[in-house]
């Protein structure tokens, strides 16, 4: 059967982090140091299974809305790990049902995250805008079930009361707009116009790129944003070019491809975008609409992992699905999942509050685990009675105790004439 079949005493935790000064430098490797108030459980204290464990994990990606494109890549990740943990048949097994996130404004959510807890789910995940998982977060968590999304950035989430329960493989909205606050004054922009939407992701995001900008020395000079469900930008794209920026960042998902034709005449070299809207965009605009237009995504550079993309693509194929044109968080939702299943293996239990505390354990946040790079090495090597420190294709994750990653990479990515982007760092 395809792996891709439609089908709680939890302990509370203050969460905070500290973040050092990031410096936009060579490849852009940044590691965060986190600190927390309380601990995620005692991993010393957890068991090996006594038999075969059957992980029920559901998904809340964006099959609809303003972050769609987002969702072939998360989807294939997580199904591709769910069928290399199965096929490897080392003492758990899971059992997959898909669900959509959908947007604020479709509201896909308020129905689908429901049904997957009524069917049991111990884990899921989602959602991949950090605006739509702050609807369901506390539902989830609430109900004693693991959240763990691939590209939640909103640092809101470092300090959520969520009972131990939330954890994520992609890093704070802080990191990414440090990086790209600094990327736009280093090629030389002393003024910055900024249109964002108006949710926790992207003020946020418009934040910390605006204090990155202007602690470089620049200044931001214009600052619109918009709602989701809007259709008409005039207004903003108004406001902004009045302003006469040498820079424009929009933080944007789908909105993008009707922002940019606004922007016609602004130097596309002048261009920056985000995680939310790094996209191929050669079957929407005109050839050279984007050319040296740049953008930042947390994640390894894809083009380098020729291995895991190649099982991506053939995954998606012996699915019946149409081949994948992005790879944005593919990873860390592939990841998202090996982690889950390591840390069920860890504690013996496919419990949400059990797993969890084992997550920081098997990232390598606590305990100087025995290094593996797939679930395969960890598996085996919990058998063992060892601990690990699981690094993926996303990177080396390394948990702190809010359920971030503490060290993650920010790539740096540029548009050519066929409006398809490549790494450049």
Do not use: H
Not at 356 to 373: I, N, P, R, W, Y
Request: include cysteine; hydrophobic fraction near 35%.
């Amino acid at each position: 059967m395809s792996v891709f079949s439609k089908a709680t005493a939890a302990r509370s935790r203050p969460r905070s982090i500290v973040l050092g000064g990031i410096a936009l430098i060579g490849a852009s490797a940044l590691v965060l140091s986190g600190c927390a108030s309380s601990g995620s459980g005692d991993s010393g204290s957890s068991s090996k299974p006594a038999g075969d464990l059957t992980l029920k994990l559901g998904t809340a990606l964006p099959q609809t809305g303003n972050l769609a494109f987002l969702g072939p890549p998360e989807e294939a990740g997580v199904g591709l790990a769910v069928k290399e943990v199965n096929d490897a048949d080392l003492g758990i097994k899971i059992d997959l049902t898909l669900g959509d996130s959908g947007d604020s404004d479709n509201k896909a959510y308020a129905t689908e995250v429901p049904r997957l807890l009524s069917e049991g789910v111990t884990a899921i995940i989602g959602a991949a805008s950090s605006g739509v998982s702050k609807l369901f977060i506390d539902e989830v968590t609430g109900a004693g079930v693991i959240q763990f999304s691939p590209a939640n950035t909103s640092a809101d989430f470092t300090t959520w009361d969520d009972n131990g329960l939330y954890w994520r493989t992609a890093p704070s909205d802080v990191l990414q707009g440090e990086v790209l606050g600094n990327l736009i004054a280093e090629d030389g922009n002393a003024t910055l116009g900024i249109i964002y939407l108006n949710d926790s992701y992207g003020t946020g995001l418009a934040k910390f790129t605006k204090e990155a900008f202007e602690s470089a020395g620049g200044e931001v000079v214009a600052e619109q944003s918009y709602n989701t469900g809007d259709t008409s930008f005039d207004a903003q794209i108004s406001a902004v070019k009045a302003e006469n920026p040498d820079a424009i960042a929009i933080i944007a998902f789908e909105e993008t491809k009707t922002i940019v034709p606004g922007l016609a005449g602004f130097p596309s070299d002048k261009l920056y975008f985000v995680d939310g809207n790094l996209a191929d965009y050669s079957a929407d605009f005109a050839p050279g609409t984007l050319t040296g237009a740049k953008g930042t995504l947390p994640g390894l550079d894809t083009a380098k992992l020729g291995d895991f993309t190649d099982r991506l693509q053939a995954f998606v194929k012996d699915e019946g699905g149409e081949p994948l044109k992005d790879y944005s968080y593919a990873a860390e939702s592939y990841d998202a999942v090996i982690l889950l299943a390591l840390a069920a293996l860890q504690a013996g239990s496919t419990e949400g509050a059990d797993m969890a505390a084992e997550l920081q354990s098997v990232s390598g946040g606590k305990d100087k685990g025995e290094k593996v790079t797939t679930f395969e090495e960890g598996a085996k090597a919990i058998a063992d009675g060892k601990k690990i420190d699981y690094d993926g294709n996303s990177g080396p994750i390394t948990f702190d105790e809010n359920g971030d990653p503490t060290e993650a990479t920010i790539g740096i990515y540029q548009y050519g004439d066929d409006n398809k982007y490549t790494r450049t760092n």
